[in-house]
């Protein structure tokens, strides 16, 4: 199965030293199943990269040097970056934003892929699953 992670999952599963002690039992078996692909948004891959640059975090797990190793290290475990292009726009633009009290742009653009490919999502953000009214297959992770 084909999964979209969320900029979360990412981070935990990827960047942090103990970052797998924030996913639950399901989402690692969801993780460790190699017959399993997973994909990111390119707008997670931009909160990633300011976070980084901003300095509002830091990755005591990787040792990077630069943000531009963040995009390998990506890509060195094979997580495909999925570019935001029209067809997310246009799920994007149907999206009802009014059913969340989420307000992060960021967010409904990942919810808006994840509905126009057509791939489950797993978050750690339990308002992701008002969404699934839209057509989001969401998969929770319970920390």
């Known amino acids: 199965m084909i999964y979209y992670l969320d900029t979360n999952i990412l981070i935990y599963s990827l960047f942090e030293k103990d970052g797998k002690d924030n ?19 390119s707008a997670s891959v931009k909160e990633i990269l300011y976070l980084y640059k901003s300095g509002n975090i830091v990755f005591k797990k990787s040792g990077l040097k630069n943000a531009l190793e963040i995009i390998e290290e990506i890509k060195g475990v094979n ?6 292009n029209e067809k997310h726009l246009r799920t994007y633009a149907n999206l009802d934003i ?5 307000k992060d742009p960021n967010d409904h653009i990942i919810i808006a892929q994840a509905i126009s490919d057509r791939m489950p999502l797993i978050s750690s953000d339990r308002d992701f699953k008002n969404y699934t009214s839209q057509g989001l297959e969401f998969v929770f992770n319970k920390r």
Do not use: A, G
């Open 23 to 41: 996913l639950s039992s399901d989402v690692m078996s969801i993780l460790e199943d190699y017959s399993n692909l997973f994909r990111i948004s």
């Open 98 to 102: 009014r059913l969340s009290e989420n």
């Open 79 to 84: 997580i495909e970056i999925i570019p935001f």
